[in-house]
């Protein structure tokens, strides 16, 4: 077996309890006023949309911690050439592992040898400035991503080629739309010419055929005979790129192996049961909370409470809300509906785009989703959830809820889609022959 | 092939020259993009950097010189405000933009590995090119008023003033990375630095000679600021007026020395984990 790529040997990261998250004065004092009062600190912070690890930094405090390891002796190796997915729950570590493999911090302890040039994308567009053009944001990156002038001239066409730019490259790049710089901040990063590629979820950005171009892209690339590490949530891309993964949970290395066994394992025992804990008691949850959902029903077309709905029919998604903040920005839900086993993307109902109006709010109410024909396949499904207050997200919830679907007339031809059709979702259609003899 | 090693607790003494050497094409552009960015969209764009040391001298002019009267050695006052304002704002400003590198690209340096000197590094050729650009305006009132015959006997000391110029730079250089190694830890310091860099202003000789300071205790206080030897050699230069002290020069280079080498360590060992306290 010839040396490995990268191999982790033993490796450990630990915060001390207070001194990560709260630098102010002011932070520490609410911290503790809230602790004082025998409330849960970690409410107050929530708001402030503190990430997973901070969560997970938290209740180890409370648990009466002296520390908290985000990563706890870690070791296994990745061989030349290799794609190596890394799945885990918000808060496994697999952030910490990335950071510490790109040398954005140290490790508290442990080994890591890499052979090779790495280059890691943990965002796209890293250093890019509004006020200069698209060409000199390209060489900008290209350098900070490691590469060298000479190296980003000579790619530069090919990078303007790919990212579908060439007419506005001169451009200052605050004059481009979203998808626009997403897709010149991909193509520099697409052209990096590591030998080791580390990738968090930048996947996760552009419109679905710039994604599929993308997860094209890093495909060529690991045929190239490159070592990548990929982290993702996604688990049908996951499934598509990599060939073995990697399991965290709560900073722990939990399975290491094939990357069909891996997911399984991942799916059945990982996936949070989203319905067993009533919403408004969950802390999976992010955003300002100005907004909170606190409850939710799903209606039948007999506006019957159900548990499972059935291809086909009408259904409303009654969703409770809270209100803190009063004030005249627009508010939009979002609601997007995914398989519960991997992943995929299924429909999105976004009220910015699909009702004609804002919506408001009020201090209390309830927020009536009607989804006319239900177009799923039978099985479970989960919904990221987020309600938007103007231009900052007042709650996110990844795995909103649960729905369930059993099989429903949907076409009214008293016969069934199987799953097996492979057919992702329903759609209404029909058929008519021209007959011209 | 090239190996990299991550541990834990890298050696702070170790600075990765040969790394920083590697990515010299990344301080190359991020200074272009530090000196171009900002003038986007501006009328008279790098003007600007020229009219505010100019606007500062004509304050001085106007205040420490016309009103309080206080002695300029018989150097003509707006070279003598001059010369002091434009050491100054480079030292100040090499030491603001090292001071605040680490915290304000937070954003980048959390997502992205590359030598964090660089940030700070970046700060002394930036300042320069102000500088430079401050220079011109300097010299073009400095000859007006030799060859309108002011009393000022430039002389071989200004050949000195390279070395002087660097040794501002270093100099800033060295406490930016004090301070900016100490905002990790203690944000209050981000507020307080413009006042204490304002104080200190005071405590150089910018708006009044060395000379006025006869004390023996103070003049050594005073000489013990690297800035005041510079500030002091390079108008003694070009004008052949003011007090240099040898002896305070060689103070201010170790002192200039000390700071950076020990700004360099102190930074290297803080770059290694600030992302977990940011």
């Given amino acids: 077996m010839s040396e490995a790529a990268i191999s982790i040997h033993n490796l450990s990261k630990r915060y001390r309890l207070g001194t990560i998250g709260r630098h102010t004065l002011i932070d520490e004092t609410k911290y503790w006023w809230h602790k004082l009062r025998g409330r849960d600190p970690r409410k107050a912070f929530e708001k402030i949309g503190y990430g997973a690890t901070e969560r997970r930094r938290v209740e180890a405090e409370q648990a009466g911690n002296q520390d908290f390891w985000a990563l706890r002796d870690v070791s296994f190796d990745v061989q030349p050439g290799e794609v190596v997915g890394i799945i885990g729950r918000n808060g496994a570590g697999k952030s910490t592992l990335l950071k510490i493999l790109s040398r954005i911090t140290e490790p508290t302890s442990g080994e890591v040898r890499i052979r090779g040039r790495i280059g890691s994308l943990l965002e796209v567009g890293t250093g890019f400035h509004p006020e200069l053009t698209g060409r000199e944001n390209v060489f900008m990156n290209g350098t900070i991503l490691g590469m060298k002038e000479r190296e980003v001239a000579r790619k530069l066409d090919e990078i303007v080629a790919f990212a579908e730019l060439s007419a506005f490259i001169d451009t200052p790049v605050k004059r481009y739309s979203s998808g626009m710089y997403v897709r010149l901040a991909f193509a520099v990063a697409a052209h990096l010419e590591p030998e080791i590629l580390i990738v968090d979820e930048v996947l996760a950005v552009g419109d679905a055929e710039f994604q599929a171009k993308c997860l094209g892209r890093m495909q060529d690339v690991s045929k190239e005979g490159r070592t990548i590490l990929f982290v993702s949530h996604n688990m049908a891309a996951i499934q598509a790129l990599c060939s073995r993964a990697v399991l965290l949970r709560g900073g722990e290395c939990q399975m290491i192996g094939n990357v069909q066994e891996i997911t399984e394992a991942y799916l059945k025992t990982h996936l949070p049961k989203a319905s067993h804990l009533p919403i408004n008691e969950r802390t999976d949850r992010s955003g300002d909370g100005s907004v909170r959902f606190t409850g939710y029903r799903i209606r039948n077309e007999r506006n019957v409470v159900i548990n499972a709905a059935q291809s086909g029919e009408t259904i409303t998604v009654e969703l409770d809300y809270e209100r803190t903040v009063m004030n005249d920005q627009p508010c939009f839900i979002y609601f997007r509906v995914a398989s519960g086993e991997t992943r995929q993307e299924k429909f999105l109902c976004f009220s910015r785009v699909s009702h004609p109006e804002t919506l408001r709010l009020g201090r209390r109410g309830t927020i009536r989703l009607t989804i006319p024909k239900l177009p799923l396949l039978p099985g479970r499904y989960v919904v990221h959830l987020f309600c938007k207050v103007g231009k900052t997200v007042a709650d996110e919830l990844i795995d909103g809820l649960e729905l369930f679907v059993v099989d429903g007339d949907f076409y009214g031809t008293g016969k069934l889609q199987k799953i097996s059709d492979n057919s992702g979702v329903l759609v209404s259609h029909q058929w008519e022959i021209v007959n011209s003899a | ?278």
Avoid: C
């Fill in chain 2, 1 to 278: 092939m090239q190996t990299t090693v991550i541990r834990a607790n890298s050696p702070w003494w170790r600075i990765p020259v040969r790394e920083l050497w590697e990515y010299r094409d990344l301080l190359t552009l991020w200074v272009k993009r530090e000196l171009t960015a900002v003038y986007r969209q501006t009328i008279i764009g790098p003007l600007w950097f020229v009219i505010q040391p100019l606007l500062t001298t004509i304050v001085f002019t106007v205040i420490f010189g016309t009103v309080a009267k206080i002695s300029t050695d018989g150097i003509p006052q707006f070279i003598f405000y001059m010369s002091g304002t434009l050491f100054w704002n480079y030292f100040q400003g090499v030491l603001n933009q090292g001071a605040t590198s680490l915290v304000s690209n937070t954003n980048i340096l959390t997502k992205v590995y590359f030598p964090r000197l660089i940030m700070p590094l970046s700060g002394v050729f930036v300042q320069f090119a102000h500088l430079a650009l401050n220079s011109l305006l300097f010299l073009g009132f400095y000859f007006w008023y030799y060859f309108r015959g002011s009393a000022m006997e430039p002389n071989a000391w200004v050949f000195f003033l390279p070395l002087l110029i660097l040794q501002t730079g270093l100099l800033g250089l060295g406490f930016g990375l004090w301070v900016s190694a100490a905002t990790i830890k203690y944000r209050d310091l981000r507020f307080a630095l413009p006042f204490l860099v304002q104080l200190w202003m005071y405590g150089t000789p910018i708006v009044y000679p060395a000379k006025l300071v006869v004390k023996p205790i103070l003049k050594f206080v005073l000489w013990l600021n690297p800035m005041t030897a510079v500030v002091e050699f390079s108008r003694y230069a070009l004008t052949g007026r003011g007090s240099p002290e040898l002896w305070g020069l060689g103070l201010s280079w170790f002192v200039t020395a000390l700071v950076l080498v020990s700004g360099l360590f102190l930074f290297n060992k803080v770059q290694r984990t600030f992302v977990d306290t940011i």
